[in-house]
């Protein structure tokens, strides 16, 4: 299947898991940055419902909409990639591969406890 957007290592296509999601164009090594995606800090009260499964929370206030593929990357519980807030670089998103991820492997993050508590996904009073 050709994918719908292109990075160099990178590209959306319709996933399994739902939706669209991140598939590896080539292999990528456990460490590698596969993406920096910039992001908007929005206050949280200027979110709708729809967007709650787009964003990523930057504090008690504020959440990030993030640019890139970066809102496109599916869950899983043995994700594959981790991402960590830089803002000291110009507000973005750094995605990293957490193990070898193979050519055509889709890339999956953990959304976290949290999220999937809120949506009614996992139970969150064990």
Same mark, same amino acid.
């Given at each position: 299947?050709?994918?719908?957007? %292109?990075l160099k290592s990178i590209e959306?296509?319709?996933?399994?898991?739902? #939706?669209?999601?991140?598939?590896?164009? /080539? $292999?990528?090594? /456990?460490?590698?940055?596969?993406?920096? =995606? $910039?992001? +908007? $800090?929005?206050?949280?009260?200027?979110?709708?419902?729809?967007?709650?499964?787009?964003?990523?929370?930057? *504090?008690?206030?504020?959440? =990030?909409?993030?640019?890139?593929?970066?809102?496109?990357?599916?869950?899983?519980?043995?994700?594959?990639?981790?991402?960590?807030?830089? +803002?000291?670089?110009?507000?973005?998103? +750094?995605?990293? =591969?957490?193990?070898?991820?193979?050519? *055509?492997?889709?890339?999956?993050?953990?959304?976290?406890?949290?999220?999937?508590?809120? %949506?009614?996904?996992? *139970? #969150?009073?064990?």
């Open positions: 299947m050709s994918g719908l957007f %292109r959306v296509q319709y996933s399994k898991i739902g #939706g669209r999601g991140v598939f590896a164009k /080539k $292999p990528i090594k /456990k460490g590698s940055i596969i993406e920096e =995606a $910039p992001f +908007l $800090p929005v206050y949280k009260e200027e979110i709708g419902s729809k967007m709650m499964d787009y964003v990523f929370d930057l *504090d008690e206030h504020c959440y =990030a909409v993030c640019f890139g593929y970066g809102s496109l990357y599916n869950h899983s519980n043995k994700n594959n990639c981790t991402y960590e807030i830089n +803002l000291k670089k110009e507000n973005s998103l +750094l995605f990293k =591969a957490k193990k070898d991820i193979s050519k *055509d492997e889709e890339i999956t993050v953990s959304y976290g406890k949290e999220w999937l508590e809120n %949506r009614g996904l996992i *139970d #969150g009073s064990k």
